[in-house]
Each structure stands twice: as structure tokens, then as C-alpha cells.
């Protein structure tokens, strides 16, 4: 489990194909490898990924081809910065929200909008994922947990500071670049026991109220 607080922004050493359509992935990260060992996990632009092997401030993992697919990692290349973050200890501070690190859909940057002492970014938003985003909630975007401030119905904003924008990839993002996206796991959770209980008749399920749930353990578009 994460944060959503980026503890560092790194960087891609390479990107190496593997068999199949996998890839072997090279990332500098000094601070987050500072104590990093073969089989931690660590965020990357909001996907947890594993620890395969540590060197002189560089880690490599492995990324399957379904996680190339599903997330934006799949346009990775050399130089480009990352967001990083380690896993969560239970001594850490919950600064954030709840992050899993599985990336639920790719969205898109639309526009930004400059004020005096912050910045909006307004995002696409995979229609399916709709229903999980509400105002003032909770939401990852490329690894950092950020409030919504305003949603529609396929797009949602939110509020970045100057050190959010200077200290992760969200300030250089640009208009049509992607965006790894994870919502609230709360919401799915409530959402699939609710719809459990309505579909077994149980006492104490909302009449006339039907729910979808989002296609169970493994639903399309969530990788890890």
C-alpha cells in the first residue's frame, strides 16, 4: 500500500523488451532504493511495481505486458521523470489517501488553467470510472493522491500547489499527454458489498436501488 505522497522524482535509465510483450525497466531513484531490496515494491507514476534487482541508485522491475497495455508506462522511454514512492510501513504517516498502486483506467490531461499561487488541471475521465469520483474526494494520478475540486461527467479538476507542480511530474504534463489514474478503492469495495446484498435480497438493501458493480476481483482496466 501507498501514499500518494511522492517521495522522489526519478527517472528511466532504459526500457529493455522481453520475451513476449514484456519489458525490463531501469529506473534512478537514489532516495527511494536508499534501503530498497529484491522483492519491495515501489510506486512508479502510480503503479506498484516490483524490486527485481538494486544498483548504485538504479532499480529494475519487471512490467508485464498486460500492465504495458493498461497504464501509461507503455510510452516509457529514457529520461523520462517519474513519480516515486515507497511502500507504506505501519509507522508511516497517512498523508494521502489509500493508494494500491493499481492503475484502474489511463486518462488525459485537457487543460491547465494558471492562478497567482496555484495551478487547475482539468483530466479526462474513462467512463467507467465515473461513478467513483466525487467532489472533495479522493483520487491518484500518476502516483499522487490529490481532492477533486470539480467532476463531470467524463472529466474531473483538481487544484495543484507550487510544490506539487515542482516536485512531480504533474507540473510538466501537457495538454493530450496520459495520465495513470486510480480511484478510491473505498468506493469499489462499498460498491460491490452493496450490490452483493441487493442481488441476494438481503435486509436492509436499498429498495429500487440497482448497482453495478465494476466486474468483480481483476475487473477490466486494473493492473498491478
Not at 521523470?81 to 504517516?93: I, Y
Request: aromatic share 4%; proline share 5%; charged share 20%.
Amino acid at each position: 500500500m501507498f501514499t500518494g505522497i511522492v517521495e522522489e522524482l526519478g527517472e528511466v535509465v532504459a526500457v529493455t523488451a522481453t520475451a513476449g510483450d514484456s519489458a525490463l525497466v531501469a529506473i534512478r531513484g537514489p532516495l527511494v532504493t536508499a534501503d530498497a531490496r529484491h522483492g519491495d515494491s515501489i510506486s512508479v507514476n502510480g503503479v506498484c511495481l516490483t524490486v527485481v534487482d538494486v544498483d548504485a541508485g538504479v532499480f529494475t522491475a519487471d512490467v508485464m505486458g498486460e500492465t504495458l497495455r493498461r497504464s501509461a508506462l507503455g510510452t516509457l522511454r529514457p529520461g523520462a521523470p517519474l513519480n516515486l514512492e515507497r511502500a507504506a510501513t505501519l509507522g508511516s504517516r497517512l498523508g494521502g489517501h489509500m493508494v494500491q498502486g493499481h492503475v484502474d483506467g489511463v486518462g488525459e490531461v485537457l487543460s491547465r488553467e494558471p492562478a497567482e499561487q496555484w495551478e487547475t488541471v482539468r483530466f479526462r475521465l474513462p467512463a467507467h470510472l465515473s461513478r467513483y469520483v466525487v467532489e472533495k474526494g479522493s483520487i491518484t494520478v500518476d502516483g499522487v493522491s490529490l481532492t477533486v475540486a470539480a467532476v463531470g461527467p467524463d472529466w474531473f479538476s483538481v487544484g495543484l500547489i507550487p510544490t506539487t507542480l515542482k516536485l512531480t511530474t504533474l507540473g510538466a504534463r501537457e495538454v493530450g499527454d496520459p495520465v495513470n489514474l486510480e480511484v478510491d478503492v473505498v468506493a469499489k469495495y462499498v460498491e460491490r458489498l452493496l450490490g452483493d446484498r441487493l442481488a441476494a435480497g438481503e435486509p436492509g438493501a436499498l429498495p429500487g436501488v440497482s448497482i453495478t458493480g465494476p466486474g468483480g476481483v481483476g475487473s477490466p482496466g486494473e493492473v498491478g
